[in-house]
Each structure stands twice: as C-alpha cells, then as structure tokens.
C-alpha cells in the first residue's frame, strides 16, 4: 500500500492507483476532459493539473501514479491559473458557437435555433414550450417586435433572415387556438410578490413568478391590463389576441386590481405586507423620490444586475428604468427578475445570473455557406400570405423554420469545455493568433454531427472505437499541431461509426460529436 497526502488530508492505496483516483477517493474534485473511466490513460488536456509540494512540479493527475509520501495540493493559486492557461490554449484553436448568433442579441435570449427545429419537424406544442421559456407573451412579440434578433441572423450572409418573429407568433397562435394555455398551479411557496403595473414587463415577471408557485398580486391604475400595448392599432396586434394572451397569463393563479393608483402610503403597505415588490410603472414619476427611491435622469436607479432599487426589498424593471419601444426587453427583464427571486425566495441570497461563457467565431465565409446549408435549404424567405398581423399559416411555418442554418452547438449543456471555462473564467481570444479555420461539418446518418474544429483531441472517440471493435474507427491522423481525429483508410465517418455512432456522441467531452436531436435542451 501506498501513503500520501492530498490538500493535507491523509490517504492509504493500492500501488497503481493514479493520483486522479486517489482524490477522488477522498471526494476532492479534480476537472478532467479527457479522462473516461473504463478506458486506457491518455493524456491530453491539461485540466487535471496538480501540483507537488515537494518539488513544486505540476502533474497530470489522470496519469501520475501516487507515490509513497507525496504531498499534493490541488487547489491552489497555481493550479487553477494552470487549468485556466490549458483550457485557453483549446479554446484558442476552437471554431464553434455555444449559443446561436440570434440568441445572443435577442433581449429575452430565446433558443431560437431549437424552436425552428421543432417548428419544422411540427412538433408545434414542444416549440411553444421552448418560446415561453424565455418569453411570456410570444403572440404579442410575434407581431410588434422589431426583431433584434433577425439583424443578428447568420442566414443574412446568404439570402435573408429567418422570419424569427413570425415563427415566434405562429408557435403562439398555435397554442392559443387549440385552447392549450396554462391553467393555475395547486402548489404554493408561500412567497407574496406585489407587482405594481401590468405592462409587458409587469406581466412577464408575474407569469415567470407564478409558475415557481409564488402568490402574485398585481396593481394597475388602468381599467385594462396590457401597459402601451393598449396603444398598438388593431391592424398591428388585433386586440383579441393581445386579450387572449394577457389573460392567459391572469388564468395562471395572479390577482389583479384594476383601477388601483399606489401612492406613497400604499406603497409602504406593500412592503410591509409582501415578500418582494416589483415596480414595472412605465415611465417612471418624480413622486416616486418621495417613495425613498433614486432616480436619474431616465428613471429608477438600481443595480443594473439583480434590479433592486435602494430599498432591499424593491425592484423594478422595464420601461421605469429607462424607456425603450421594444416591449421584448421589457419582457425579457420580467422573466430574468422573477428567476433571480426565486433563487432568493429558496436560498435567502440574491444572486445575480451568471454570464455564461460562450464561444463565439464571428461571421460566415463565403465558403462556409455550402457547409451551413447541408441543415437548410436555398430556398427564399416566406411571407406571411395573410400579412404579419395574421401570421403563418402551418405549411408556411414549417417550410420557413426549414430556412434556419442551425448555428449553435448541440452540446451546449453537456460540454465540458464550456462548463470549465465558466468555471475557471477562460478567455478565448488570449492565444488566438492566426486567422480561424473553416467551420466543418459532417453529418452521420441524419443522427449525429461531427465538427472537427470544436475537438480538443481527447481520444476518447479513438479509444471507444477501438474499445468495441469498430472495423474502421476514429484514429490520429497526422502529427504535432496538425493532428486531428478522423477515420482511417480515408473511410467515411459513416462507416467508423457503424456500432459507436451514439455511444461517442454521448461521450464526446465537447460539441464536437454530438446527437442532431439530443435531448439535452427539451
Ligand atoms: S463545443 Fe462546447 S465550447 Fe464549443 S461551441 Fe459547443 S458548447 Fe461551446
Ligand atoms: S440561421 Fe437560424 S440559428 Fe442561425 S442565426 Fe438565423 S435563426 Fe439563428
Ligand atoms: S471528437 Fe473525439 S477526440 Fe474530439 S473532443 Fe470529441 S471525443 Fe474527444
């Protein structure tokens, strides 16, 4: 037996035990990427860097074998700036999108990509669910946004945008015609949030707050619910679906008080009496310094990341902040409140949401235009034929998602690289110095694409082939720098994968391999 000391916590082992092995033993973490258990050692990413107190050396702990008296740290300074250093130098020659072009300039930041997917495979009722994940008044957006998130769109370098918008409002109407809208929930926090306005943002939060089965009490002065939506013309948003969908939302368990002006008195009551109070007013008004709030010249003041005004338990969003027409960021503003107070309500600390990291390479090149278009087609971008305020009508909808060149990985919540960046806060750009490769993208059986520039040359695929006997497999192919993953003989990746095709999809440690229709975002 071996006796060695991790992060000075004393261990006894077989000899042959790796150093990975014995932490984990102990319940230390240690990141890896490249190690699968069950498979042969093969050292190649760096992120299981240790370090040996007695020499100071640092060590792969996938693959050092724990030595009598070692004394190793894991977790200091050194260590982590390592791990930082290995996943910058992956991520330097790493060709990919986490999240797609159009996601990241929607306000809401809706997963645009998957709702097409949905769209246009018809799986209509899953599409919606995606859409009001991030949106809460979808048939509205559908057809007053100006739609941000179609100047970001790639398909722009070829032809024309993805009608985003209106696939949002087809995917709205769909539900709201077949009568399959949210009813209230049975279950209660007992968490109380009053929200003073029932505009977009006002709304969003109270539908995000009231799905987590917190009670919801809304304040507005007007008769109506619906904030400057009431000013849209009739030929814009026809006012039966603005009413269908508002009062969706008011089915979902949230009282309202119409006709309830708050003044300074009442205000005091709500914080007395609720466990958190959201102002989405609009535009804000002077009176509300008396309140004890600070405002500046476009509105309330509050800590631009978790919304909270200067009173604790006070919040606002939307248009009291800073006025703006699009209504998409108002919403997206009520959705983002209401997760960041349920996190509050269930831990007792108001956390603002993590950035997330995401890897990004920019424009299309010309010659990548026929690599993106293997998951679309060339076909021209569909008008509604019975105008916007109407919408598409299912073929058109369908044959429009069709349109989409699906720019985000199909790995974004299983891969490990974007996960240990997150954790170590990598940068991508620090080691990039050349001009980035070409996107490639291979497609196995309509099942699983492999992109060859988002491996970080792990092996686990090569040692998984070889593992079940694949008659062809994955192997290294060149030398050095110029090494890749790729199949023998010039075989087609088809042929490689014949038993494992899934099985390495699964496995792949990034986006590289990965499933067309992993389940991973459903
Ligand atoms: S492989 Fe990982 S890091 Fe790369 S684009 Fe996909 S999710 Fe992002
Ligand atoms: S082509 Fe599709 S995934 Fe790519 S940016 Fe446009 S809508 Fe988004
Ligand atoms: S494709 Fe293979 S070598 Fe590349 S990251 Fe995925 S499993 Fe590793």
Not at 208 to 228: M, P, R, T, V, W
Request: glycine share 6%; proline share 3%; aromatic share 6%.
């Amino acid at each position: 037996m071996i006796k060695l000391k991790i992060n000075s916590q004393s261990i006894e082992i077989p000899k042959g035990t790796t150093v990975l092995e014995a932490a984990r033993k102990l319940g230390i973490n240690i990141p890896t990427m490249c190690h699968l258990e069950g498979t042969e050692h093969f050292t190649s990413c760096m992120v299981c860097l240790v370090k040996d107190a007695g020499n100071g050396r640092l060590l792969a702990s996938c693959s050092m074998p724990a030595m009598d008296g070692m004394e190793i740290i894991t977790d200091d300074a050194e260590c982590l700036e390592s791990r930082r250093v290995s996943l910058e130098l992956l991520l330097s020659e790493h060709v990919g999108d986490c999240e797609a072009p159009c996601q990241l300039v929607c306000p809401a930041r809706m997963n645009i990509p998957l709702m097409n997917r949905l769209i246009a495979s018809g799986n209509f009722s899953k599409a919606i669910e995606v859409v009001k994940r991030d949106i809460a008044l979808p048939a509205i957006l559908g057809r007053i946004c100006p739609a941000p998130c179609e100047a970001g769109c790639r398909r722009k370098s070829i032809d024309e945008a993805v009608s985003i918008c209106l696939l949002k409002g087809f995917a709205a109407d769909n539900e709201l015609t077949t009568n399959k809208h949210s009813v209230a929930s049975s279950s209660n926090s007992g968490r109380k949030v009053a929200i003073i306005g029932a505009g977009p943002a006002g709304l969003a939060a109270a539908f995000y707050l009231s799905k987590a089965d917190h009670s919801i009490s809304i304040f507005e002065k007007n008769e109506k619910a619906g904030g400057d939506l009431l000013k849209i013309e009739e030929t814009v948003l026809p006012a039966n679906i603005r009413e269908i969908e508002i009062q969706t939302i008011l089915n979902s368990g949230v009282a309202i008080q119409y006709q309830t002006e708050i003044d300074k008195v009442r205000f005091t009551e709500l914080q007395q009496n609720f466990d958190a109070v959201i102002l989405a007013t609009g535009a804000m008004n002077g009176a509300m310094e008396e309140w004890g709030l600070t405002l500046s010249k476009s509105g309330i003041e509050v800590d631009k990341k978790t919304y909270q005004t200067i009173l604790p338990k006070v919040f606002a969003i939307g248009n009291a902040l800073r006025p703006s027409k699009l209504a998409v960021r108002s919403v997206g503003q009520g959705k983002e409140l209401a997760h960041l107070l349920d996190e509050y309500f269930k831990n007792d600390v108001l956390h603002a949401l993590p950035e997330r990291f995401n890897s990004k390479f920019g424009k299309l090149i010309e010659t990548e235009y026929v690599t993106y278009l293997k998951e679309s087609n060339t076909n021209k971008r569909v008008d509604a034929s019975g105008g916007k305020a109407h919408g598409f009508s299912s073929e058109e909808a369908v044959a429009e998602a069709k349109r989409c060149l699906h720019c985000d990985c199909r790995n974004p919540e299983s891969c490990k690289l974007r996960a240990l960046a997150d954790e170590f806060g990598a940068v991508q750009k620090r080691f990039q110095y050349d001009d980035r490769v070409l996107v490639e993208k291979e497609f196995v059986s309509k099942k699983i694409v492999y992109e060859p520039n988002k491996c970080i040359k792990c092996g686990i695929c090569v040692r998984l082939t070889k593992q079940h006997q694949e008659a062809f497999g994955f192997s290294f192919i060149g030398r050095g720098f110029d090494v890749r993953i790729g199949v023998p003989f010039s075989e087609s990746i088809e042929k490689a994968l014949e038993k494992t095709a899934v099985l390495v999809a699964e496995k792949c440690p990034t986006g590289a391999l990965a499933l067309l229709d992993s389940e991973e975002q459903l």
